[in-house]
């Protein structure tokens, strides 16, 4: 618990009981509570002087001010309050309902225009740390803008977080956002990832088909096998023992070769099937993940979005992807308050 900042008595006078009057205590036990003040606004009036230098200059003593009806806090909050996933008239109504806040929806829409905007130039520094990166975990999802078919992929690492809206599925999204790239991706087995040249695929998803095959086609040792290989290139990594490496490849080839025969496996004979170098890179480089569990947690803020306001509707929806979001998810990554850090874009709007 915090210190307190103040500290209150409570006293009674009277017995609830019988109402005689009270001596004076026999005893005292205390407790801390944390609490919110009232929630309400201040409104300031500012009264800026001006000023003619003698060399000629006129000085704005509010030049630095943040400017518009709305000031700086409020600004941040509704980012806030936007990053979870708020529709604007939902913000509207919250800062009217609970701090008697004169807005529209209209105006909340407007102030965080402004924000994501001054907020570009750190998607930028975003995408080069992601780019300077040794891995990148990268997904997609679809996100619907004005009816028609589109995607936000993802690119990160354990600190950062970049998004891309593009209408295309096509892998050159993925070029896009991170030229000049020469780490690992680390990906699902959509072919839209080919074009990398150094590339780790998802043991999770791996696993999972393969728990569907031994249900539905009776392959339960292929995925038993395949549970214990992949604790054996977890433990590769651990101990970073690359050498371990062909011993692992010979192994899923193995089971690979054990599925073709099944019937109803042909696919997960595809899968593995002369596919070591994809499947078990993260054993040559043990700081390479094994899932990309991290990029799917990433793109859950944009499928949070998806299912409370269905579909972006224009540039301006594909700029709240791209910088808000950007920005957002990599400050959570990095354990920074998001309040603080859109009070700071806040003031310069």
Same mark, same amino acid.
């Given at each position: 618990m915090p210190k307190p900042?103040?500290?209150?008595?409570?006293?009674?006078t009277l017995c609830p009981k019988?109402?005689?009057k009270l001596k004076k205590p026999c005893d005292t036990y205390s407790f801390t509570q944390m609490d919110i003040p009232?929630?309400?606004?201040?409104?300031?009036?500012?009264?800026?002087e001006m000023y003619e230098c003698g060399c000629g200059e006129k000085v704005d003593a509010g030049e630095s001010l943040h400017k518009g009806f709305y000031g700086p806090n409020v600004t941040a909050l509704m980012g806030?309050?936007? &990053?979870?996933?708020?529709?604007?008239?939902?913000?509207?109504?919250?800062?009217?309902?609970?701090?008697?806040?004169?807005?529209?929806?209209?105006?909340?829409?407007? &102030?965080?225009?402004?924000?994501?905007?001054?907020?570009?130039?750190?998607?930028e520094r975003i995408r080069k740390a992601v780019s300077r990166h040794e891995y990148a975990h990268m997904d997609e999802t679809g996100l619907r803008e004005d009816g028609r078919n589109g995607y936000v992929w993802s690119a990160s690492t354990p600190l950062h977080c970049l998004f891309?809206?593009?209408?295309?599925?096509?892998?050159?999204?993925?070029?896009?956002m991170l030229p000049n790239f020469n780490g690992v991706i680390v990906t699902d087995d959509y072919k839209g990832y080919l074009w990398a040249s150094q590339r780790q695929l998802c043991w999770a998803h791996l696993l999972r088909e393969a728990k569907d095959f031994a249900e539905n086609d009776g392959a339960l040792?292929?995925?038993?096998?395949?549970?214990?290989?992949?604790?054996?290139? &977890?433990?590769?990594?651990e101990i970073r023992n690359t050498k371990l490496y062909d011993k692992l490849a010979w192994e899923l080839e193995d089971i690979a070769t054990c599925y073709h025969p099944l019937d109803g496996c042909k696919t997960m004979y595809g899968?593995?099937?002369?596919?070591?170098?994809?499947?078990?890179?993260?054993?040559?480089?043990?700081?390479?993940?094994?899932?990309?569990?991290?990029?799917?947690?990433c793109l859950r803020k944009v499928v949070l979005h998806r299912n409370r306001i269905g579909?972006?509707?224009?540039?301006?929806?594909?700029?709240?992807?791209?910088?808000?979001l950007s920005c957002t998810s990599t400050w959570k990554l990095q354990g920074k308050s998001t309040y603080q850090r859109l009070l700071k874009y806040a003031l310069t709007t």
């Open positions: 900042d103040k500290e209150e008595r409570v006293s009674m019988c109402c005689r009232t929630p309400g606004f201040i409104t300031t009036r500012y009264v800026v806030v309050l936007k &990053k979870e996933g708020l529709s604007y008239e939902s913000i509207s109504g919250l800062l009217q309902d609970v701090h008697k806040l004169p807005i529209s929806h209209v105006g909340v829409y407007g &102030k965080l225009v402004k924000l994501t905007q001054v907020m570009g130039i750190e998607r891309e809206y593009d209408f295309s599925r096509a892998g050159q999204v993925a070029q896009r040792v292929q995925y038993e096998r395949l549970k214990t290989l992949y604790d054996k290139a &977890k433990r590769a990594q899968k593995l099937h002369g596919r070591a170098a994809l499947w078990l890179l993260g054993v040559k480089h043990s700081n390479v993940p094994l899932t990309n569990n991290h990029g799917e947690r579909c972006i509707r224009n540039k301006t929806g594909e700029a709240f992807v791209n910088v808000f």
